[in-house]
């Protein structure tokens, strides 16, 4: 069982798929690691640590060649369109008959690459789609990846914002602490509150979800009360429920007074596989004084704030709207560290004595496949990611 991790199709992923001191765990489980020259630089992984570790340091071309698993940050629609989608397909191209692919895939929309690994008849497994379950916690990448975000989106801020976060007593007089607003209390939201709490600033937040009142005041925040009929507003699997749009008008009416006297606003809901909602009106930013932030997390996915542009920085009557994109990426070596652990974990679930076995009937892996021999695993991914479903003539 070869295992596979090379430099991420997209030239501004800095991230790597596997860490060196993940290859132990998978040599001992009978894998062999087969490293592409140069895959973990960019992080600050060395060959050479791969080789210390006992992985196989090789040409990308002959870790491609021989792969039965190849693991990856991005791939196929994850890995962007244009010129990185087309490298995205020439490595899948590159890869044998039959083999799997592991990592973050955005199998939410169609991608050339998807046809590409059903032409070749290959098994795709979406790390997105890991279930919410205590036994799957370890192999959750968009929770350890959002953790880093949630961090970062609060440096982001203070270093926009042109105040301190913290108070500060001196000769020259006091300065009052910062007010940060975080809205959507999710993985990255409760590192955001943590992360602005340790830089000394006065945080609030709000969520849909009255259940994480008690999570956001242990944190030493205030939780925002806004009284809505949130009804069943989480999923099964612990992520906020796509609401009706009277719903967010409403909920954006009763925000504007908060977030017009707060200087950071971080923004972090989002709905797998949806837009993100627009929580952030053009009203409210032209409430905000001149000097104050927003700092969307949620840009990818067309933005919280109606005025986020995905990947830069918008000036709208002196307020500050921050859109960044791949923003654990920024964080490369640690956000590698904990997505190959993620990584790693999972797939000493589905391999056993150097055999790959992908039991469809465990719970993980049925959520998680959404390709197996070249086509979709169910009628709804076929049609979204416009590939054939998977053949039921023999049941």
Known sequence: MNIAVIREPAPEEPRVALVPGDVPALVKI??????????????????????????EVVDEGDALSRADVLCAV????AAGSGSDGDRAVEVLSALPDGATVVGLLNPYEPHPAFAAMAGKHMRAISLERIPRITRAQSMDVLSSQANLAGYRAVLLGAL??????????????????????????????LQAIATAKRLGAVVSAYDIRPAVKEQVESLGA????????????????????????????????????????????????AIPGK??????????????????????????????????????????????????????????????QLFSRNVSTFLKE???????????????VAATMIM?????????????????GADTSKE
């Open 30 to 55: 009978g894998a062999t690691v087969l490293v592409g020259r140069g895959a973990g630089i960019a992080s600050g992984y060395t060959d050479a640590e791969y080789q210390e570790k006992g992985a």
């Open 160 to 189: 926009e914002l042109p105040k301190m976060f913290p108070m500060m007593m001196t000769a020259a007089g006091t300065v009052v602490p910062a007010k940060v607003f975080v809205v959507g209390v999710g993985v990255a939201g």
């Open 222 to 269: 205030r939780f925002v009360e806004i009284e809505l009929d949130t009804g069943d507003s989480e999923t099964s699997g612990g992520y906020a429920r796509e609401m009706d749009e009277e719903f967010y008008r409403k909920q954006r009416e009763k925000m504007l007074e908060v977030v017009a006297e707060t200087d950071v606003v971080i923004t972090t809901a």
């Open 275 to 336: 837009r993100a909602p627009t929580l952030v009106t053009t009203e409210m930013v032209e409430a905000m004084h001149p000097g104050t932030v927003v700092v969307d997390l949620a840009a990818e996915r067309g933005g919280n704030c109606e005025l986020t542009q995905a990947g830069t920085t918008v000036d709208h009557d002196g307020v500050h709207i921050v859109g960044p994109v791949n923003v654990a990426a920024g964080l490369a070596h640690h956000a590698s």
């Open 74 to 77: 991005r791939q196929a629609a």
């Open 350 to 364: 589905i391999i056993s004595d150097g055999r790959l076995v992908a039991d469809a009937d465990d719970e993980i």
């Open 372 to 388: 197996d021999g070249g086509r979709a695993t169910d009628a709804a991914l076929a049609a979204a990611l416009e590939i054939p």
